[in-house]
T-cell receptor, first 114, second 113 residues
Framework: NAGVTQTPKFQVLKTGQSMTLQCAQDMNHNSMYWYRQDPGMGLRLIYYSASEGTTDKGEVPNGYNVSRLNKREFSLRLESAAPSQTSVYFC?????????????FGPGTRLLVL | AQSVAQPEDQVNVAEGNPLTVKCTYSVSGNPYLFWYVQYPNRGLQFLLKYITGDNLVKGSYGFEAEFNKSQTSFHLKKPSALVSDSALYFCAVRDDAGNMLTFGGGTRLMVKP
């Protein structure tokens, strides 16, 4: 059981480049989430997918798009990277909300935009 | 809108002493409260949660948290700190109508030998 996996672990981009961060979970969870972590600001929700086939904006969605490819996979795309998107990105998953909604996190992707 | 406050950026404690990491929250409806821990260069790990029932919740690694509805607090505690407890701790809240967690800014716990 790998839990939540993320690729890549680290990426450097130039301003204006695009990239997709990949996330997969093998726990048969229904909900998946993308967060960014910046110093002193905790984690902020970018987008989430409550169930397969649905996606919703979180607190900071501007500059990002997501795709819930299937129940296992949830990708985050930066169409035109900006230095303000330099951050650590975490994917998480959780079972049904009715079960308490505990979220399980991946190891993170460190993104540097020059 | 829901919110979480962790008033201390850092907490310093000597090994063997009790520790407390503070958290207060604001949410409409019944709160679902969580504590997570983050070790350097790692993702967040779930420690414990309060959904309903007993106000004292026990979690992983000897940690516990006390839910206080009147003070809207959910402080994390441990009777005897270990050096290996040094990490970044996050409190989070979700209301019973929503699907999103809101995190506090985090508190760095430093346990010195």
């Amino acid at each position: 059981n790998a839990g939540v996996t993320q690729t890549p672990k680290f990426q450097v981009l130039k301003t204006g480049q695009s990239m997709t961060l990949q996330c997969a979970q093998d726990m048969n969870h229904n909900s998946m989430y993308w967060y960014r972590q910046d110093p002193g600001m905790g984690l902020r929700l970018i987008y989430y997918s409550a169930s397969e086939g649905t996606t919703d904006k979180g607190e900071v969605p501007n500059g990002y798009n997501v795709s819930r490819l299937n129940k296992r996979e949830f990708s985050l795309r930066l169409e035109s990277a900006a230095p303000s998107q330099t951050s650590v990105y975490f994917c998480a998953s959780s079972p049904w909300t009715a079960l308490g909604g505990t979220q399980y996190f991946g190891p993170g992707t460190r993104l540097l935009v020059l | 809108a829901q919110s979480v406050a962790q008033p201390e950026d850092q907490v310093n404690v000597a090994e063997g002493n009790p520790l407390t990491v503070k958290c207060t929250y604001s949410v409409s409806g019944n709160p679902y409260l969580f504590w997570y821990v983050q070790y350097p260069n790692r993702g967040l790990q779930f420690l414990l949660k309060y959904i309903t029932g007993d106000n004292l919740v026990k979690g992983s690694y000897g940690f516990e948290a006390e839910f206080n509805k009147s003070q809207t607090s959910f402080h994390l505690k441990k009777p005897s700190a270990l050096v290996s407890d040094s990490a970044l701790y996050f409190c989070a809240v979700r209301d019973d109508a929503g699907n999103m967690l809101t995190f506090g800014g985090g508190t760095r716990l430093m346990v010195k030998p």
